[in-house]
Nanobody, 115 residues
Framework: QVQLVESGGGLVQAGGSLRVSCAAS????????MAWYRQAPGKQREMVAT???????NYADSMKGRFTISRDNAKNTVSLQMNSLKPEDTAVYYC?????????WGQGTQVTVSS
């Protein structure tokens, strides 16, 4: 079974930075789309950033200029560098990937930004 495992979440002060990472493991033949989503308590899950197998990236408008998504195809990982964090960025951040043409979700990692 393919698994996505996130790491790097934690507590950070407003204005600070944090990097979350996701590693895919298992029997992997291909990874197409990879992405980061987030969900705050009482709110809908929202897309943060996506990256294709070729490295093309897309960001939600509110994240442009602050967040950067990247992937390492050789290591089957995707990371999200988050800068200038705001309290409203507080959420559980989920890794998403299409692996072997099937969608998978990670369990999420908590990111908390204090005022």
């Amino acid at each position: 079974q393919v698994q996505l495992v996130e790491s790097g979440g934690g507590l950070v002060q407003a204005g600070g930075s944090l990097r979350v990472s996701c590693a895919a493991s298992g029997r992997i033949f291909s990874i197409d789309w990879m992405a980061w989503y987030r969900q705050a308590p009482g709110k809908q899950r929202e897309m943060v950033a996506t990256v294709s197998s070729g490295g093309s990236t897309n960001y939600a408008d509110s994240m442009k200029g602050r967040f950067t998504i990247s992937r390492d195809n050789a290591k089957n990982t995707v990371s999200l560098q988050m800068n200038s964090l705001k309290p409203e960025d507080t959420a559980v951040y989920y890794c998403y990937a299409v692996v072997n043409v099937h969608p998978y979700w990670g369990q999420g990692t908590q990111v908390t930004v204090s005022s």
